[in-house]
């Protein structure tokens, strides 16, 4: 009904669900089928890490879209080469998927934390790869979902310190730089 009401532009079958085996690659097509038969005027697409879309050639040609989860951070990449390495992710998901639209559903860098490898949670960091990845996608007229408006505290518990830190704003809604 959002549908046809004119409140969905693209619907989004799931989001992690193969990363996180909460589906198999079978139930996760069948959903995205069901969900393309019931809206077929819809673009119905899947969200998870870019990487998942270069190993599922069945998921990438089932989706309208792509829909790449972009994380330099999580694979212990030094902040001075994140940006590249994010244009690298860019540009693979672009290989596999043809003439379909690319979008980058979620990329982000922490200001606290652990450190991944050689990703290293900064405030000036996070500033510098959140100022160089919208630059970028403006550039090459690329959406870009960042990841995040506000700082998660709650997620402490379950991530870790590094988890609540990914917020452009703190949790009293002050912008970090």
Not at 16 to 38: F, G, H, S
Not at 117 to 125: E, F, H
Not at 150 to 177: P, R, V
């Amino acid at each position: 009904q959002l549908y046809k009401d004119g409140f969905v532009d693209i619907a989004s079958v799931g989001n992690e669900v193969l990363y996180r085996e909460d589906l198999t690659e079978d139930e996760l097509l069948e959903n995205i089928q069901y969900v393309k038969d019931a809206i077929p005027d819809c673009t119905v697409g899947y969200v998870d890490a870019y990487y998942e879309f270069l190993v599922r050639p069945k998921i990438t040609e089932i989706c309208d879209v792509i829909l790449c989860n972009c994380y330099p951070f999580w694979e212990g990449t030094p902040g001075e080469f994140s940006l590249n390495h994010l244009k690298d992710m860019y540009q693979q998901c672009k290989n596999v998927a043809g003439n379909k639209k690319v979008i980058i559903s979620e990329t982000g860098w922490p200001t606290a934390g652990e450190a991944i490898g050689d990703s290293v949670p900064s405030l000036l960091q996070s500033e510098k790869y959140f100022i160089g990845s919208q630059l970028w996608a403006a550039d090459e007229n690329i959406e870009v979902f960042y990841f995040s408006t506000f700082d998660e505290g709650w997620k402490k518990n379950a991530e870790g310190e590094i988890g609540a830190h990914w917020g452009i704003w703190d949790e009293n809604e002050k912008l970090k730089f």
